[in-house]
């Protein structure tokens, strides 16, 4: 479509496992787009990905910039107990290859881009996907745009105002790595001890008990939609359907931009009360 040839290298694994990327042409001036999709081996491709700016910088390419759909780690973007903010990481090995521009969708988090030295072109496919409820949703305007946390909530705002839609939020306990259990509020220990100073305690941290999920909106008779921006680990989209269903919601959407679909997660949407993703 854009009317150029696809540029020569050759990228493969050695023996050792080692990525060795050689480039077949000159590039020396030029502006080097690399296209990068992230699959399974999500380890290997951003070595491949690496490797190879790193061989178009030393080869005194002028700009290179990444193409990468779905951005990896982009999950990893906040502190977690004594973890460690992996995209930031990411990002600075990715400017030290010599990337200089990168192009990417719907990041995980928008203050991602603040990440890096370089710009970055955060892309939406939210105008697509709001252009297929439209088209290829019978009675669309029955349906009700859900939130399957709080902190969606934006995202499925900005749906249902485009789609002058109602809007449905769902709150309660979560079950995946980014629930307030795992974000190091309960750091220190729940233990009463003293800092040397008599008479002097530190209060008990009670620990954050979160109600069952519920809905807050009405979905009864009407079509559920469910948006995200990353479908993985699909067990949260799993029990979100079976409360939308208990609700009253008689049709059961899911709308995201990463299909990443990781384990048994086809088995279990197919086996779930989810319509269609």
Same mark, same amino acid.
């Given at each position: 479509?854009?009317?150029?040839?696809?540029?020569?290298s050759?990228? /493969?694994?050695?023996?050792?496992?080692?990525?060795?990327?050689?480039?077949k042409?000159s590039?020396r001036g @030029?502006?080097i787009?690399? =296209?990068?999709?992230?699959?399974?081996?999500?380890?290997?491709? =951003?070595?491949?990905?690496?490797?190879?700016?790193?061989?178009?910088? !030393?080869? /005194?390419?002028?700009?290179? $910039?990444?193409?990468i759909?779905?951005?990896?780690?982009?999950?990893?973007?906040?502190?977690?107990k004594?973890?460690?903010?992996?995209?930031?990481?990411?990002?600075?090995?990715?400017?030290?290859?010599?990337?200089?521009?990168?192009?990417?969708?719907?990041?995980? @988090?928008?203050?991602?881009q603040?990440?890096?030295?370089?710009?970055?072109?955060?892309?939406?496919?939210?105008?697509?996907?709001? @252009?297929? =409820?439209? #088209?290829?949703?019978?009675?669309?305007?029955?349906?009700v $745009?859900?939130?399957?946390?709080?902190?969606?909530?934006?995202?499925? @705002?900005?749906?249902?105002?485009?789609?002058?839609?109602?809007?449905?939020v769902?709150?309660?306990?979560?079950?995946?790595?980014?629930?307030?259990?795992?974000?190091?509020?309960?750091?220190?220990p729940?233990?009463?001890?003293? !800092?040397?100073?008599?008479?002097?305690?530190?209060?008990?941290?009670?620990?954050? #008990?979160?109600?069952?999920? !519920?809905?807050?909106?009405?979905?009864g008779?009407?079509?559920?939609?469910?948006?995200?921006?990353?479908?993985?680990?699909v067990?949260?989209?799993?029990?979100?359907?079976?409360?939308?269903?208990?609700?009253?919601?008689?049709? $059961?959407?899911?709308?995201?931009?990463?299909?990443?679909?990781?384990?048994?997660?086809?088995?279990?949407?197919?086996?779930?009360? =989810?319509?269609?993703?």
């Open positions: 479509r854009l009317g150029v040839e696809l540029g020569k050759v990228v /493969c694994q050695e023996s050792n496992t080692e990525t060795r990327v050689d480039v042409e590039v @030029q502006d787009f690399i =296209i990068q999709t992230i699959p399974r081996d999500v380890n290997t491709a =951003i070595m491949e990905l690496l490797v190879m700016a790193y061989a178009l910088k !030393t080869s /005194c390419a002028k700009n290179i $910039i990444g193409v759909p779905y951005f990896p780690y982009s999950k990893q973007c906040k502190m977690r004594r973890g460690s903010i992996v995209c930031k990481l990411l990002a600075s090995m990715l400017a030290k290859a010599g990337l200089t521009h990168i192009i990417t969708m719907d990041l995980h @988090q928008k203050e991602i603040g990440f890096f030295s370089f710009p970055v072109d955060n892309l939406r496919a939210s105008p697509f996907l709001i @252009q297929y =409820i439209q #088209e290829e949703i019978p009675d669309y305007r029955n349906a $745009i859900v939130a399957k946390t709080p902190s969606a909530a934006k995202r499925a @705002q900005s749906y249902a105002e485009r789609l002058r839609l109602g809007l449905a769902m709150h309660g306990e979560a079950h995946h790595s980014e629930s307030d259990m795992a974000d190091g509020r309960h750091s220190p729940l233990s009463r001890t003293t !800092t040397g100073h008599t008479g002097l305690e530190l209060p008990l941290m009670m620990a954050k #008990e979160k109600p069952p999920i !519920t809905v807050v909106g009405d979905v008779g009407r079509i559920a939609i469910i948006v995200d921006d990353i479908i993985d680990d067990e949260d989209f799993v029990a979100a359907a079976e409360i939308l269903k208990e609700r009253g919601a008689y049709k $059961i959407y899911i709308m995201a931009t990463h299909g990443l679909l990781s384990a048994d997660a086809p088995r279990l949407i197919e086996e779930s009360a =989810i319509d269609e993703v």
